[in-house]
């Protein structure tokens, strides 16, 4: 799956914010080809196209970004408006047009005479008139699925706040620091930012500052994460001094969380595959100021070092490799690319890391299951073919491991974070005790 949380990377800013130019333009046509040609996650290309084009300040960067990253969010509708010619530029030109509201005088200087007519048919394309999937700007297969989970409405506001850029969210390291006074001092330098709704260590930023020379974040007072996936590390709620897994680790984001809720005391492995999201973990790792961590490769999840570790820990969280259907905010290339048969492939991958992580849990113990996908194949499905097969596990209620927490979140047994309901991207995650 690609990387998550990285939109950080660039700054998409409201397209006001700097003055439209053929040669913006230009870069925004150039910019969207390389992202529908590539393989790479779109922010990645971004990210590689501006650090090759230094000559573009924050606004243009913010200008270029924002109408790319709108083409990818509406490619369907905005396909449907183009009616035959299906280049970038017309993408690009129907969604300065169509959906940032430039007008034809605003956009005179690239538009040729004949592209002034079809723009003039493209704005008056009824959306309203267009299959439900074309309007929401779905693949076919992707709505079939999302209509049986959600209906009318809740499908119409799941699908506009998947279509809106994630909000910046930070996570305070408690080793460090204590919220109020990360607030003050964000609020002091001139950023506008306040406390998460729900995670008792989240703040919420306004607009995409750029962080990385910020003092909290260079001293570990800070780390960028979804308020969503700062809840999943609350849900494993490991306590100082036990043995824990993130058995899924990657670069860390709930590892290093974990690590922070244990106070850095006991025994926590950072398992994962892939050596290169391992080695983002370290410097990330040496900021937080943990000692309790352990970063482990593992071959497979059948792999010898686990094993070893059998019927052993307190904690395990797996936050499995999925479609990232949840992060469409961030990642909304994400939809054009996954099928139907890569979610049937990724839930057989997922059954076999849950299994083989649930090895690892001691009784008494607890195993959190977790996916940024909003599929039941992924989610429910999966948990539920696991608990069939291991009778020794049962469900807990994550309402109230989150109540004991003094954390108010309105759940139920097994957490489905949304969008348009938490304001979080869109998380799926179980919690098991082992008999
Ligand atoms: C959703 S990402 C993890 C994100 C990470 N937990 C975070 O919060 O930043 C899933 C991770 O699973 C890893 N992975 C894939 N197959 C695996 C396996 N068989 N065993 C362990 N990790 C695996 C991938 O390399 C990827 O880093």
Same mark, same amino acid.
């Given at each position: 799956?690609?990387?998550?949380?990285?939109?950080?990377?660039?700054?998409?800013?409201?397209?006001?914010?700097?003055?439209?130019?053929?040669?913006?333009?230009?870069h925004?046509?150039?910019?969207?080809?390389?992202v529908?040609?590539?393989?790479?996650?779109?922010?990645?290309?971004?990210?590689d196209?501006?650090?090759?084009?230094?000559?573009?300040?924050?606004? %243009?960067?913010?200008?270029?970004?924002?109408?790319v990253?709108?083409?990818?969010?509406?490619?369907?509708?905005l396909?449907a408006?183009?009616?035959?010619?299906?280049?970038?530029?017309?993408?690009?030109?129907?969604?300065?047009?169509?959906?940032?509201?430039?007008n034809?005088?605003?956009?005179? &200087?690239?538009?040729?005479?004949?592209?002034?007519? #079809?723009?003039?048919?493209?704005?008056?394309?009824?959306?309203?008139?267009?299959? &439900?999937?074309?309007?929401? %700007?779905l693949?076919? #297969? $992707?709505? *079939?699925?999302?209509?049986?989970?959600?209906?009318?409405?809740?499908?119409?506001?799941?699908?506009?706040?998947?279509?809106?850029?994630?909000?910046? %969210?930070?996570?305070?390291?408690?080793?460090?620091?204590?919220?109020?006074?990360?607030?003050?001092?964000?609020?002091?330098?001139?950023?506008? &930012?306040?406390?998460?709704?729900?995670?008792?260590?989240?703040?919420?930023?306004?607009?995409?500052?750029?962080?990385?020379?910020?003092?909290?974040?260079?001293?570990?007072?800070?780390?960028?994460?979804?308020?969503g996936?700062?809840?999943?590390?609350?849900?494993?709620?490991?306590?100082?001094?036990?043995?824990?897994?993130?058995?899924?680790?990657?670069?860390? *984001?709930?590892?290093?969380?974990?690590?922070?809720?244990?106070r850095?005391?006991?025994?926590?492995?950072?398992?994962?595959?892939?050596?290169?999201?391992?080695?983002?973990?370290?410097?990330?790792?040496?900021?937080? *100021?943990?000692?309790?961590?352990?970063?482990?490769?593992?071959?497979?999840?059948?792999?010898?070092?686990?094993?070893?570790?059998?019927?052993?820990?307190?904690?395990?969280?797996? %936050?499995?490799?999925?479609?990232?259907?949840?992060?469409l905010?961030?990642?909304?290339?994400?939809? #054009?690319?996954q099928?139907?048969?890569?979610?049937?492939?990724?839930?057989? +991958?997922?059954?076999a890391?849950?299994?083989?992580?649930?090895?690892?849990?001691?009784?008494?113990? +607890?195993?959190?299951?977790?996916?940024?996908? $909003?599929?039941?194949?992924?989610?429910?499905?999966?948990?539920?073919?696991?608990l069939?097969?291991?009778?020794?596990?049962t469900?807990?209620?994550?309402?109230?491991?989150?109540?004991?927490q003094?954390?108010?979140?309105?759940?139920?047994?097994?957490?489905?974070? $949304?969008?348009?309901?938490?304001?979080?991207d869109?998380?799926?995650? &179980?919690?098991?005790?082992?008999?």
């Amino acid at each position: 799956m690609s990387a998550r949380h990285t939109e950080t990377r660039i700054n998409p800013t409201r397209l006001t914010a700097t003055r439209f130019t053929p040669a913006l333009f230009h870069h925004g046509q150039k910019l969207l080809s390389e992202v529908l040609r590539s393989d790479l996650a779109a922010d990645r290309v971004v990210a590689d196209y501006f650090r090759q084009h230094r000559e573009l300040g924050h606004a %243009d960067r913010g200008f270029v970004a924002d109408a790319v990253f709108t083409v990818l969010r509406r490619k369907r509708s905005l396909s449907a408006r183009c009616a035959g010619e299906l280049t970038s530029r017309r993408l690009l030109l129907a969604a300065l047009a169509c959906l940032q509201g430039m007008n034809r005088r605003e956009l005179g &200087a690239v538009l040729s005479e004949a592209e002034s007519h #079809w723009l003039a048919h493209a704005k008056g394309v009824q959306v309203s008139e267009l299959p &439900a999937a074309v309007r929401l %700007d779905l693949p076919d #297969w $992707l709505h *079939g699925l999302l209509s049986e989970q959600f209906a009318g409405e809740d499908m119409e506001a799941l699908v506009a706040a998947l279509n809106q850029p994630a909000p910046l %969210d930070l996570r305070v390291n408690p080793l460090k620091v204590g919220r109020e006074e990360v607030l003050e001092r964000l609020q002091a330098g001139g950023l506008r &930012a306040e406390a998460c709704r729900h995670s008792p260590l989240g703040i919420r930023l306004a607009g995409k500052p750029a962080l990385s020379k910020h003092p909290l974040f260079v001293d570990g007072s800070i780390e960028v994460q979804d308020e969503g996936s700062q809840l999943l590390a609350f849900l494993v709620q490991p306590r100082r001094g036990e043995m824990v897994a993130d058995f899924c680790a990657g670069a860390g *984001g709930k590892t290093l969380l974990l690590g922070a809720l244990m106070r850095s005391q006991g025994r926590l492995y950072a398992f994962d595959v892939a050596e290169q999201r391992l080695a983002r973990l370290k410097p990330r790792l040496a900021r937080s *100021g943990l000692s309790n961590v352990h970063p482990v490769r593992i071959d497979s999840e059948r792999d010898i070092k686990i094993r070893r570790l059998a019927g052993k820990l307190d904690r395990v969280l797996v %936050d499995a490799p999925c479609s990232g259907l949840g992060t469409l905010r961030r990642n909304p290339s994400l939809k #054009w690319r996954q099928t139907a048969a890569s979610i049937a492939e990724l839930s057989t +991958r997922q059954a076999a890391i849950l299994s083989a992580a649930a090895s690892l849990v001691k009784a008494g113990g +607890r195993l959190v299951y977790a996916t940024c996908s $909003l599929l039941e194949e992924e989610n429910e499905a999966v948990v539920r073919a696991f608990l069939e097969q291991h009778s020794e596990f049962t469900l807990c209620s994550a309402q109230e491991i989150f109540a004991k927490q003094a954390i108010a979140i309105d759940c139920g047994e097994q957490l489905r974070l $949304l969008p348009h309901r938490h304001g979080t991207d869109a998380f799926y995650a &179980a919690a098991m005790e082992r008999r």
